[in-house]
């Protein structure tokens, strides 16, 4: 039985509101993002800084729904900072034949200035003969309104 590893879950362009480097450890995100991509809290996240490069790996911990809270607690609080743009990605291992039976799916929003959901979207592996299809389904688009 061949495991591998597959992203589920990924949170594109949000925004850092704050670095806590006092707090234990972590990344606290708005709790609307992550249900909507159904990262669990404590679930292992990868965090890519768009805007220095860094690259980490933590823990997600549930934050204010709403809110638009990304905030790195920590040692991670070092490697990004307030208004830095990131990556945050979630994986899941699954059985390497069990996914050519029943597909697999990715869950993505992408954030808008507020770190609210401006677009959603699925990423999709689904079986077809002996092979894996790929294909994304935009499933909401968020219209960002100024005022």
């Not at 934050?63 to 990304?70: A, Q, T």
């Not at 899941?92 to 029943?102: G, H």
Request: aromatic share 6%; charged share 20%; net charge neutral.
């Amino acid at each position: 039985m061949a495991r591998i590893r597959l992203l589920h879950a990924k949170l594109h362009q949000v925004r850092v509101t704050d670095a806590n480097v006092n707090y234990v450890g972590s990344v606290t995100i708005d709790s609307e993002l992550i249900d909507k991509v159904r990262i669990l809290p404590l679930q292992e996240v990868e965090i890519w800084n768009v805007s220095n490069g860094n690259r980490l790996s933590t823990y997600v911990l549930p934050g204010k729904p709403g809110s638009g809270v990304i905030c790195l607690n920590g040692a991670a609080a070092h490697l990004c900072m307030p208004g830095d743009f990131v990556i945050i990605a979630a994986y899941e291992e699954r059985d390497r034949a069990e996914v050519f039976r029943t597909g697999h799916e990715a869950r993505v929003v992408i954030a808008d200035e507020h770190n609210r959901c401006k677009k959603f979207f699925s990423q999709i592996l689904e079986p077809c003969q002996s092979k894996l299809l790929f294909h994304a389904e935009v499933t909401q688009i968020t219209a960002t309104t100024h005022s």
